[in-house]
């Protein structure tokens, strides 16, 4: 219940006779309500609000400006604003797009006024509970936009990640708009792509960075212990609960827990889960009181979870909940250009750990780690960089120093020629050290390959790369580095 004035809620719906249904609802419970006839009159209060709004309930369907127009909005102006979504439309999918572009909650009409007030309620108590102190209104700014206050620290962190393709500036981006929000976070990429390095820097950017970050591997939890771990338990709730323990919501207090593969989650306890981040609250294994946490979830998974959805092993509610913004991390293999800044990276990384001089990374090295799928990600090529730092025996590492299975030379099993391309057996052996005639012959081979199979493609470089099993980009800039020019258009 609302028994203070100071609590604010704005009403947007088309319809008159909701508005007026929904206000008189509203102020009955205390609250000081505004109403407007549309996503733009709900922008111009929005921007005039002072103090904000500490609720948006909005109509979904509206003409000119509808609720997810306005959602994108205010999640973008005033991000620690809830916005309860009002619908006819129930489906599944209209609620998982409403969570998705941000909304708190979604109440379906016809409603109850019980439903409305216990939405309301528990959009105010996560407004109290995490008002963002990472905004502040711009000086002489008319669109009252709010921004994060320290920049800096926000490029500090992020300096912190390497990734300068543009899939990973969207992700920056992106991090940087809802880090400073209390927003749950779903972070989803393949095995390897760095989701808890990204968790970690979104706890750094918020407003909670001077509070604990708790790191928790789903997988490595046993099905039995999940509730002990999580939430904690009292001396004797079970066999070899000796003493009394606090669970790693407890030691997140304040800070943000990271839930690493979440997917993993029994249903058991993803029913218990949904509870603690509805209310707030939790109670340790054999325990009888209640304890209130202030924690920021973040989750990751590679695992499909909208087909686990659908299959019944993962809850639907609590999706919905975990989904609210979620995050991407793209493979390896769709940004080529991070590939040598990361090998790079890591090899000064390894150099500097194993107390050996600097290793650079050979123009010939580094065109093939391009062209690679990379299928561990970020994870398979820092082992191989550890790998080359401990092997190396010169100060560069080239083509013939990657493992063969990165295109360098087996060092037993002579590859046999591709038909079309000489060998070498016949000819007088060359001068030089054998990893210079290495290099040299393996760049014949390579531009030999490379222009078969443009020729057969038509010079379709996508096609091309398809069966070479590379990357466009990495093929382009084979050819390039190869001297191989296209001769005829692309389709």
Known sequence: MGDTPEHRILVVDDERNIRRV???LL???GYAVDAASDGDEARAKIRKARPPYDVVLSDLRMPNCDGLQLLRWAAAHQPDTPVVMLTAHGTVDTAVQAMREGAFDFITKPFEEADLQEVIGKALA??????SRAYQPLDGDDDSSWRPVDPDRATEVLSSIVGVSPPMQQVFATMRKVAPSPTNILIRGESGTGKELVANAIHRLSDRHAGPFVAVNCTAIPESLFESELFGHEKGAFTGAHKARPGRFELADGGTIFLDEIGELPLAMQVKLLRVLQERTLERV????TQTIDVRLVAATNAPLEAM?????????LFYRLNVVPVSLPPLRDRPDDIPVLAEHFLEKFCLRMGRPPLALGEAARDAIMGLPWPGNIRQLENIMERLVLLAEGDTIDLS???AELG???????????PGVDTVRDEPMPEGKLKDIVKSHTQQLERDLIARALDQDGWNVTHAARRLGLSRKGLQLKMKDLGLRQTEAET
């Open 27 to 29: 102020e009955g419970d």
């Open 286 to 289: 054999g325990g009888t009181r």
């Open 309 to 317: 959805v659908e299959q019944g092993s993962f809850r639907e509610d």
């Open 408 to 418: 360098g030379s087996p060092a037993a099993t002579p590859v046999p020629a591709p």
């Open 401 to 403: 120093d990657l493992p």
């Open 22 to 24: 929904l206000q008189a």
């Open 126 to 131: 996560h407004r109290e509970a995490n008002r």
